[in-house]
């Protein structure tokens, strides 16, 4: 609702600019919804002069299908933001209705922190695009951890600009929540055009989901996600890094060998042949696979003995994604 491409716009590192095409609302009609959205502004929880946009406005959905709009309450001067099932809006507040009344500040971290996560994971923006082009398809891996980077720093109307753009909806079930992304919507978010390939995914979307526990008090409710903050920053597995520069180092040393035989390699190495071949193919390993365990961002069943056991790993990088359960 706030993309300038249907007025006959388009908009270049946040400046739009007249375009060639037709539009196809008039200024009128864009105006009065703008005006409509700023309604859903609020100030939240975080003090009298911190002005936030409602960000999930017209995307969060309960569990019983029914949308969920941004509202308010003030307690001694301070201004607390929710969003609430329609039920709860619109029955009487005397009736018993069925719904959510979710902290805005709660589902909202969750939602971006997810968001974030995926958008700073080069396998997954690859496996959600899978574009034509080698070098856009690089480009949209680079610009998606650089909107992550800069996220803190982006006024809250783009944060929204971004978010409506690339989630269709959020459903809030009774131990998840569900985020519908149109992954095909990201290059043009990021200014990179490029065709997908012929055998990308072409259903629309892609979910992300949030495992967690609700715990209602009265008509609110309360999520956690369980354990530490899974979008916070990882903590990288020791043995994973180090069995890495073993494999580059095994395989610098076949590099050099000029023709010697893997075993005399291995015993070289104080290592058996089978164990020498299994690392030097580790050496190999897709390029954001490796990023991935640097940053401690693998999955978390991904561990040194598992690597280990895939005796036989694919060269090809989207096998060995497959193999890992990186996709």
């Keep these: 609702m706030q993309n300038r491409t249907y007025l006959g716009e388009i908009v270049h590192k946040g400046q739009s600019h007249p375009g060639e095409h037709t539009p196809i609302i008039d200024q009128p009609l864009w105006d009065a919804v703008q005006a409509q959205l700023a309604e859903n502004t609020a100030d939240c929880n975080s003090g009298p002069r911190t002005r936030q946009p409602s960000l999930l406005t017209g995307m969060l959905f309960d569990r019983d299908g029914n949308r969920m709009t941004a509202s308010h309450a003030v307690k001694k001067g301070t201004r607390y933001c929710y969003y609430l099932s329609r039920p709860l809006i619109t029955k009487d507040q005397g009736e018993s209705s069925t719904g959510l009344r ?72 009774a131990n998840q929540v569900d985020i519908h992304l149109r992954p095909s919507q990201l290059g043009a978010l990021l200014d990179i055009a490029s065709k997908p390939l012929p055998n990308a995914n072409d259903d629309g979307t892609q979910i992300l989901s949030i495992p967690l526990r609700v715990h209602r008090s009265g008509r609110e409710i309360k999520m956690r996600v369980d354990g530490t903050d899974p979008f916070a920053a990882a903590k990288p597995d020791e043995r994973l890094i180090k069995l890495l520069i073993r494999a580059r180092r095994f395989n610098a040393t076949l590099i050099d060998s000029d023709g010697v035989p893997f075993a005399a390699l291995a015993q070289r190495q104080g290592v058996s042949p089978s164990y020498f071949t299994r690392l030097v193919r580790l050496s190999y390993l897709a390029p954001d696979i490796t990023q991935a365990i640097l940053d401690g961002r693998q999955p978390p069943d991904l561990t040194a003995d598992k690597l280990l056991t895939h005796s036989r790993l694919p060269l090809a990088w989207h096998d060995q994604r497959t193999v890992l359960g990186l996709v």
């Design 102 to 173: 979710i902290p805005a500040g709660e589902i909202e971290r969750l939602v971006t922190s997810r968001v974030r996560q995926w958008l700073r994971d080069p396998g997954s923006i690859y496996q959600a695009t899978r574009l034509s082009d080698a070098s856009a398809q690089r480009r949209l891996v680079v610009r998606a951890a650089e909107i992550d980077k800069s996220w803190p720093e982006l006024p809250g109307a783009r944060q929204r600009a971004f978010l409506t753009t690339l989630i269709e909806r959020i459903d809030v079930m």
